[in-house]
């Protein structure tokens, strides 16, 4: 299984600021998606993030809104821009290994907008 | 829209006994079907997966697949209290590794 790591783990940010969520996986994967989980909810696929290329967003999702980079094959950034009260949330990386299509997920980065 | 549908609970079961999670999914064409557990407060972390009809075991833990009924159970026998956390029922559709998660079953064990 990979081992992912993200950073920061928490963070309390202000209306109309910006954070960029760092994750890193121990191993090389063919695929890295971005989840959002609110307070008593399950997990929502923000989007897929591509090597090399634009990340591909589910619907509701926009990329002026999340950009998504992804520079090689273990190593992707999100970020949460323009921020409301309504993005407060836990925000997930996970990763797929080649060849499995197990996910694992990583430690979480808990956000809170005021 | 590819739905999977989970009871949120609270399920309990008293410690010693066997715990039975159900999940239900829309798309026929599913092809792979895993559990995750998530304590509170942490991430969800891999427990079983299962492709072919039948069950499949693992420890503590049996994971049952009717592709007809289109349902995945999760068993865990021998409860333990620290088996006490959110269960995730997730469902992948094939030619693409995204997966598809259901709300989650909240189970307590009661020492």
């Known amino acids: 299984s990979a081992v992912i790591s993200q950073k920061p783990s928490r963070d309390i940010c202000q209306r109309g600021t910006s954070l960029t969520i760092q994750c890193q996986v121990d191993?090389?994967?063919?695929?890295m998606f971005w989840y959002r989980q609110q307070p008593g909810q399950s997990l929502t696929l923000i989007a897929t993030a591509n090597q090399g290329s634009e990340a591909t967003y589910e619907s509701g999702f926009v990329i002026d809104k999340f950009p998504i980079s992804r520079p090689n094959l273990t190593f992707s950034t999100l970020t949460v821009s323009n921020m409301s009260p309504e993005d407060s949330s836990i925000y997930l990386c996970?990763?797929?290994?080649?060849?499995?299509?197990?996910?694992?997920f990583g430690p979480g980065t808990r956000l809170t907008v005021t | 829209q590819k739905e999977v549908e989970q009871n949120s609970g609270p399920l309990s079961v008293p410690e010693g006994a066997i715990a039975s999670l159900n999940c239900t999914y829309s798309?026929?064409?599913?092809?792979?079907f895993f559990w995750y557990r998530q304590y509170s407060g942490k991430s969800p972390e891999l427990i079983m997966f299962i492709y072919s009809n039948g069950d499949k075991e693992d420890g503590r833990f049996t994971a049952q697949l009717n592709k007809a009924s289109q349902y995945v159970s999760l068993l865990i026998r021998d409860s333990q209290p620290s088996d006490s956390a959110t269960y995730l029922c997730?469902?992948?559709?094939?030619?693409?590794?995204?997966?598809?998660f259901g709300i989650g079953t909240k189970l307590q064990v009661i020492p």
């Open positions: 996970s990763g797929v290994g080649q060849g499995i299509t197990e996910q694992y």
């Open positions: 798309d026929r064409g599913s092809q792979s």
């Open positions: 997730a469902v992948n559709s094939g030619g693409y590794q995204k997966v598809t």
């Open positions: 191993s090389q994967v063919t695929m």
